[in-house]
């Protein structure tokens, strides 16, 4: 069975920077593209970015470009997403997705950026 | 970027009921166009893909429609389990865009 697993979220003091990972099982993680998405609490979802197979092709929502960095290691079949200058907004449960037409979704980890 | 509208933002249904969400794209996306669902606390799953394409072990009484900049989502005959929030997601261009969410309640 595909499982995706989030890790990393936190509480964070704006300015502050944050890595997530996300173990991907069951299936062969480097023939897929991988995506982040994200919903701030009572808010609908919103597509972070995604990353491409062997190229490593890389796509970002304008919210978080520039300060959001996605990446993948494909022998450790893990997906990272590299968060920096975390503002307020930023708070959210970030999910990780399989491909770039979320296919299969993992449960999520909870990033909360306050003072 | 493309815009996607969807339609009603809630609605209050009973089982049994025939409902339809709609989705409207600023610009034509062909076929690009997927349906999730999500209950409270959980994560979304997808229900169709490719705009029509039933998911894997959605029950069939989910269907998608439409290309270019119309879509619907219809369950033909809701049942408990379906009170959930749905959501449309474009991937035709970057940045892919989601609608807004319909909340779907119990009447």
């Known amino acids: 069975d595909v499982q995706l697993l989030e890790s990393g979220g936190g509480l964070v003091q704006p300015g502050g920077s944050l890595r997530l990972s996300c173990a991907a099982s069951?299936?062969?993680?480097?023939?897929?593209?991988m995506s982040w998405v994200r919903q701030a609490p009572g808010k609908g979802l919103e597509w972070v970015s995604v990353?491409?197979?062997?190229?490593?092709?890389?796509y970002y929502a304008d919210s978080v470009k520039g300060r959001f960095t996605i990446s993948r290691d494909n022998p450790k079949s893990t997906l990272y997403l590299q968060m920096s200058s975390l503002r307020a907004e930023d708070t959210a449960v970030y999910y990780c997705?399989?491909?770039?037409?979320?296919?299969?979704w993992g449960q999520g980890t909870l990033v909360t950026v306050s003072s | 970027d493309i815009q996607m509208t969807q339609s009603p933002s809630s609605l209050s249904a009973s089982v049994g009921d025939r409902v339809t969400i709609t989705c409207r794209a600023s610009?034509?996306?062909?076929?690009?166009l997927g349906w999730y669902q999500q209950k409270p606390g959980k994560a979304p799953k997808r229900l169709i893909y490719?705009?029509?394409s039933l998911q894997s072990g959605v029950p069939s009484r989910f269907s998608g429609s439409g290309s270019g900049t119309e879509f619907t989502l219809t369950i033909s005959s809701l049942q408990p389990e379906d009170f959930a929030t749905y959501y449309c997601?474009?991937?035709?261009?970057?940045?892919?865009?989601f609608g807004q969410g319909t909340m779907l309640e119990i009447k």
């Open positions: 610009q034509g996306i062909r076929n690009d």
């Open positions: 997601l474009q991937h035709n261009s970057y940045p892919y865009t």
């Open positions: 990353i491409g197979t062997s190229d490593g092709s890389t």
């Open positions: 069951g299936f062969t993680f480097s023939s897929y593209a």
């Open positions: 490719a705009a029509s």
């Open positions: 997705a399989r491909n770039a037409w979320l296919e299969f």
